[in-house]
Nanobody, 115 residues
């Protein structure tokens, strides 16, 4: 069973940057897809950015040009570099990792953008 450990959330002023990281362990299956989602209270969880095993990426329109997702297949880690942060980016961010067998979620990390 996949275990995920997230790090990097926090409080930042508008225009600032944060870097989220997620490390996966506990699986012998290849990790097909890694992603970051976010969710505000009372709202649906939404995809922020995803990356396939081959490195193909996709982004929510609201973060294109500001966020960059990357992964290290040797270390089973995924990183989300968030620049030019806006108050609307305030949410709990969740790491998601998928193998042929698993669809695992991290515990969530709070990102707050406020002056």
């Amino acid at each position: 069973q996949v275990q995920l450990v997230e790090s990097g959330g926090g409080l930042v002023q508008p225009g600032g940057s944060l870097r989220l990281s997620c490390a996966a362990s506990g699986t012998s299956f290849r990790i097909r897809f890694m992603a970051w989602y976010r969710q505000a209270p009372g709202k649906r969880r939404e995809l922020v950015a995803g990356i396939s095993e081959s490195g193909t990426t996709n982004y929510a329109d609201s973060v294109k040009g500001r966020f960059t997702i990357s992964r290290d297949n040797a270390k089973n880690t995924v990183t989300l570099q968030m620049n030019s942060l806006k108050p609307d980016d305030t949410d709990v961010y969740y790491c998601n990792v998928r193998t042929l067998r698993d669809n695992a979620w991290g515990q969530g990390t709070q990102v707050s953008v406020s002056s």
